[in-house]
């Protein structure tokens, strides 16, 4: 059809956003299938030098990709804060074409867009030209300390010169070089923290006269952070030393430049140990009444004359918490919308280590008001980890149990009047975790969290010819884990290996030791089925036998009574003898043992009598 004429501002607007209404409007009718007659740069403005797209790959299938492309070629002639935005926006989208683009425009950048290209570089870049690295170099170079830090980095995380990790060992201070030398890796992380603390303790006092910003040692951090990225086998020891290192002024800047670094790299390890800092640490400044009170400054400043300000004695505030809270989820949020494999990598590394021992669920009460009742009194239940932002939003984000609505919460709580459990999936960009059923697996059998294994547990649900495939090796330690989530998943996968005929002889013995109502009833279930699968090997045999409980005594006595003949007795006989003796007896419960030998030996005197 032909296109109808109309006009998208009845009002008349700045050139630079009719520019690009006219950019979108363009490349829009363009992907649906319309052409210029006129040849396809007909369209394109015939301004001053600067404003004319230069020559860019715009052949892009995603429109809002091509059209960012299309804007790319304006950068020259954008002013400075938009063209931050822009180069902001193309990092977030991780727009590979555009990093020769970017690469190109590090000459001419002014400061603001200056300070976004590294990181956006970095999320660009998927192989490393000398145009690029050229391109950070110069930006390394500039007196702005902001813009030239983030290309340091930039250029050391992208570097593949060997002898990068030589340079950052010589840059960084005798105290640290000293501790990296210590064999003992808690003495060295004491040693770096010290060294960190004392420097900036004087700084701050210093920087209450002098305007001093602590610079030494948020570049030595830095500098350990990516000398680690260099040398992996520092990479635990860095990670302790973030772990403990004070979100307080001075320091607090090389902080948000790691975790800006690890935003733009996908460094799983770093980007979920600083989330987990980030919901836990209590702010430093708070805001009261239009002011902060700076500790260790000793006094009150007022709000307008800190926000914003590029300051380094000014630091975790609550609001400054509060953003860094929504920001790792907003980061992982667009990796997902961008169906980027990173976010699984990122989200299971926030999931992984989230301890619900250090936060509990608990209740409060409170009080509301109805016209038409009066006062009344409900309870608000919150789920454990509720102020884990980034955690529950990785969980049950698009589900209707949980919500963290109500003036910007921050904490989540059930929506219902009593706690309910998740019957079905809730997290967003589930087709994510579906394409990493080995990540969600180690989420299941490595995660601290009872939510977090229930989670993995619903989405390999999900997966029957993964879970058909899981080897005993790995479902046993699941059936005998205190963890009930990991057990009722394990258990299912058996149910179904046996429901589809592929159940393994070597997990009956599990199922027994497991001891769980459940457990006991599948195995009793697949052996009146299938007794061959222990009769025929006697280590399994000799496995059940010593996993026999007060329970199961009745039980493995009429089995082994009706099944006994059906063994080689002799060789079961020693397979108990030599399993028991190197069986891990735990001292702390020797009455139990007791009780479990003396089991074992009626077994055997029953229905291996000649044998023994």
């Given at each position: 059809?032909?296109?109808?004429?109309?006009?998208?501002?009845?009002?008349?607007?700045?050139?630079?956003?009719?520019?690009?209404?006219?950019?979108?409007?363009?490349?829009?009718?363009?992907?649906?299938?319309?052409?210029?007659?006129?040849?396809?740069?007909?369209?394109?403005?015939?301004?001053?030098?600067?404003?004319?797209?230069?020559?860019?790959?715009?052949?892009?299938?995603?429109?809002?990709?091509?059209?960012?492309m299309v804007l790319l070629g304006r950068l020259a002639g954008l002013p400075d804060a938009a063209a931050a935005k822009l180069i902001w926006r193309t990092g977030q989208v991780r727009l590979a074409p555009a990093a020769s683009v970017l690469a190109d425009y590090c000459r001419d950048a002014d400061e603001a867009a200056g300070r976004e290209l590294p990181y956006a570089l970095l999320r660009c870049v998927r192989e490393t030209p000398d145009t690029v690295l050229d391109g950070l170099r110069l930006l390394a170079e500039r007196?702005?300390?902001?813009?030239?830090?983030?290309?340091?980095?930039?250029?050391?995380?992208?570097?593949?010169?060997?002898?990068?990790?030589?340079?950052?060992?010589?840059?960084?201070?005798?105290?640290?070089?000293?501790?990296?030398?210590?064999?003992?890796?808690?003495?060295?992380?004491?040693?770096?923290?010290?060294?960190?603390?004392?420097?900036?303790?004087?700084?701050?006092?210093?920087?209450?006269?002098?305007?001093?910003?602590?610079?030494?040692?948020?570049?030595?951090?830095?500098?350990?952070?990516l000398l680690s990225h260099h040398e992996p086998a520092l990479r635990p020891l860095f990670l302790s030393v973030l772990e403990e290192i004070p979100l307080q002024p001075f320091l607090f800047r090389a902080v948000r430049r790691i975790f800006k670094a690890a935003e733009a790299s996908d460094d799983a390890g770093v980007f979920a140990l600083l989330s987990r800092r980030f919901d836990t640490v209590a702010p430093y400044i708070r805001e009261s009444y239009g002011s902060f009170f700076i500790p260790h400054l000793q006094q009150?400043?007022?709000?307008?004359?800190?926000?914003?300000?590029?300051?380094?004695?000014?630091?975790?505030?609550?609001?400054?918490?509060?953003?860094?809270?929504?920001?790792?989820?907003?980061?992982?949020?667009?990796?997902?919308?961008?169906?980027?494999?990173?976010?699984?990598?990122?989200?299971?590394?926030?999931?992984?280590?989230?301890?619900?021992?250090?936060?509990?669920?608990?209740?409060?009460?409170?009080?509301?008001?109805?016209?038409?009742?009066?006062?009344?009194?409900?309870?608000?239940?919150?789920?454990?980890?509720?102020?884990?932002?980034?955690?529950?939003?990785?969980?049950?984000?698009?589900?209707?149990?949980?919500?963290?609505?109500?003036?910007?919460?921050?904490?989540?709580?059930?929506?219902?009047?009593?706690?309910?459990?998740?019957?079905?999936?809730?997290?967003?960009?589930?087709?994510?975790?579906?394409?990493?059923?080995?990540?969600?697996?180690?989420?299941?059998?490595?995660?601290?969290?009872?939510?977090?294994?229930?989670?993995?547990?619903?989405?390999?649900?999900?997966?029957?010819?993964?879970?058909?495939?899981?080897?005993?090796?790995?479902?046993?330690?699941?059936?005998?884990?205190?963890?009930?989530?990991?057990?009722?998943?394990?258990?299912?996968?058996?149910?179904?290996?046996?429901?589809?005929?592929?159940?393994?002889?070597?997990?009956?013995?599990?199922?027994?030791?497991?001891?769980?109502?459940?457990?006991?009833?599948?195995?009793?279930?697949?052996?009146?089925?299938?007794?061959?699968?222990?009769?025929?090997?006697?280590?399994?045999?000799?496995?059940?036998?010593?996993?026999?409980?007060?329970?199961?005594?009745?039980?493995?006595?009429?089995?082994?009574?009706?099944?006994?003949?059906?063994?080689?007795?002799?060789?079961?006989?020693?397979?108990?003898?030599?399993?028991?003796?190197?069986?891990?007896?735990?001292?702390?419960?020797?009455?139990?043992?007791?009780?479990?030998?003396?089991?074992?030996?009626?077994?055997?005197?029953?229905?291996?009598?000649?044998?023994?």
């Open positions: 059809s032909e296109l109808q004429e109309g006009t998208r501002t009845p009002d008349p607007v700045a050139l630079p956003l009719a520019e690009q209404i006219f950019d979108s409007l363009v490349l829009s009718r363009h992907n649906q299938g319309y052409s210029d007659p006129k040849g396809s740069e007909a369209w394109q403005t015939d301004g001053a030098p600067g404003t004319t797209p230069s020559a860019v790959d715009t052949d892009i299938t995603d429109p809002r990709s091509a059209r960012l007196r702005d300390p902001t813009t030239a830090a983030a290309a340091h980095i930039a250029l050391s995380l992208l570097s593949s010169d060997a002898g990068e990790a030589s340079r950052l060992r010589t840059g960084l201070p005798k105290a640290i070089t000293d501790a990296l030398a210590n064999e003992d890796a808690a003495t060295a992380c004491e040693e770096i923290l010290n060294y960190l603390r004392h420097a900036v303790a004087a700084a701050g006092v210093r920087g209450a006269t002098t305007g001093t910003d602590g610079a030494e040692q948020q570049k030595a951090l830095v500098d350990l952070f009150y400043v007022h709000r307008e004359s800190v926000l914003g300000k590029d300051d380094g004695s000014i630091a975790w505030s609550d609001r400054t918490r509060a953003y860094f809270r929504r920001r790792v989820w907003r980061h992982l949020r667009r990796l997902g919308q961008l169906g980027d494999p990173n976010y699984v990598k990122l989200a299971a590394a926030c999931l992984m280590h989230a301890d619900e021992a250090a936060e509990p669920a608990t209740s409060k009460s409170q009080w509301d008001w109805s016209g038409d009742t009066g006062a009344s009194r409900r309870q608000i239940h919150f789920p454990a980890l509720a102020r884990r932002f980034a955690v529950h939003s990785i969980l049950h984000g698009a589900g209707p149990r949980l919500t963290n609505a109500g003036g910007g919460s921050l904490t989540w709580r059930f929506v219902a009047h009593e706690p309910t459990a998740a019957t079905h999936r809730e997290e967003p960009f589930p087709q994510l975790w579906d394409a990493t059923p080995d990540l969600v697996l180690s989420l299941l059998t490595g995660a601290h969290s009872e939510q977090v294994c229930a989670f993995a547990g619903r989405i390999l649900n999900d997966n029957r010819p993964y879970c058909l495939a899981l080897p005993v090796s790995v479902l046993a330690p699941l059936l005998t884990a205190p963890s009930q989530a990991r057990f009722a998943f394990a258990l299912a996968t058996v149910q179904a290996q046996f429901a589809d005929g592929q159940i393994s002889g070597e997990i009956v013995p599990a199922l027994f030791r497991a001891n769980r109502p459940e457990s006991l009833e599948v195995g009793k279930t697949i052996l009146n089925a299938r007794p061959d699968l222990v009769t025929q090997n006697s280590a399994l045999a000799a496995e059940l036998i010593l996993a026999v409980h007060a329970e199961t005594k009745d039980w493995q006595s009429q089995f082994w009574a009706e099944n006994a003949r059906l063994t080689n007795s002799q060789n079961v006989v020693a397979e108990v003898i030599d399993q028991a003796r190197t069986h891990a007896w735990l001292e702390d419960q020797l009455v139990a043992d007791k009780h479990t030998v003396r089991l074992v030996a009626e077994l055997l005197a029953e229905n291996f009598a000649e044998a023994v």
